[in-house]
T-cell receptor, first 109, second 113 residues
Framework: QKEVEQNSGPLSVPEGAIASLNCTYSDRGSQSFFWYRQYSGKSPELIMFIYSNGDKEDGRFTAQLNKASQYVSLLIRDSQPSDSATYLCAGWNNNDMRFGAGTRLTVKP | DAGVTQSPTHLIKTRGQHVTLRCSPISGHKSVSWYQQVLGQGPQFIFQYYEKEERGRGNFPDRFSARQFPNYSSELNVNALLLGDSALYLC????????????FGAGTRLSVL
């Protein structure tokens, strides 16, 4: 079992819709969680981080963390074609960060 | 302030050769981590260095080594290259080794032929 697993996708949503990205993790020692966006051929770009149970909102993005269920999600409201990218979920535990394989999102105009 | 800078941006090597990748952190960042990202996968942790000492190591063979210099820049060395070492190598830096956001450089694309 991988330490961080993401729904493999690809995920396709129409412009203006809500995109929902999910992630589960196996290491209960993970202290904080990150969502990165990665465009093809580019390096990961931090979107949000969360370390407390509940929701955290930043503009069109909402991250949700449920430590009891070992579940992290990212909601993107009013999706735009420019949101089309691979989204990486990562968990941080002391000295290293473990990434999922990523979910490819396509937002169709 | 300049972001995390990596060099070179692209590199082509043949099997058995050695390669050195370089990373300069954001000013004030003392922790450097290295990741390998194979096409279609998420980044895999290789090393973390803080104050010139290794703080963490991922599941990579001894052909991979790294070091950090007094100015907090870092080098990743890979010996006896294999075809499977072809990947995007990412450097990420943060102010402290834990409890802080890390920022990625643009990466070095290594192709082993």
């Amino acid at each position: 079992q991988k330490e961080v697993e993401q729904n493999s996708g690809p995920l396709s949503v129409p412009e203006g819709a809500i995109a929902s990205l999910n992630c589960t993790y196996s290491d209960r020692g993970s202290q904080s969680f990150f969502w990165y966006r990665q465009y093809s051929g580019k390096s990961p770009e931090l979107i949000m981080f969360i370390y407390s149970n509940g929701d955290k909102e930043d503009g069109r993005f909402t991250a949700q963390l449920n430590k009891a269920s070992q579940y992290v999600s990212l909601l993107i409201r009013d999706s735009q074609p420019s949101d089309s990218a691979t989204y990486l979920c990562a968990g941080w535990n002391n000295n290293d960060m473990r990434f999922g394989a990523g979910t490819r999102l396509t937002v169709k105009p | 302030d300049a972001g995390v800078t990596q060099s070179p941006t692209h590199l082509i090597k043949t099997r058995g050769q050695h390669v050195t990748l370089r990373c300069s952190p954001i000013s004030g960042h003392k922790s450097v981590s290295w990741y390998q990202q194979v096409l279609g996968q998420g980044p895999q942790f290789i090393f973390q260095y803080y104050e010139k000492e290794e703080r963490g190591r991922g599941n990579f063979p001894d052909r991979f080594s790294a070091r950090q210099f007094p100015n907090y820049s870092s080098e990743l060395n890979v010996n006896a290259l294999l075809l499977g070492d072809s990947a995007l190598y990412l450097c990420a830096t943060r102010r402290q080794p834990t409890g802080d956001i890390q920022y990625f450089g643009a990466g070095t694309r290594l192709s082993v032929l």
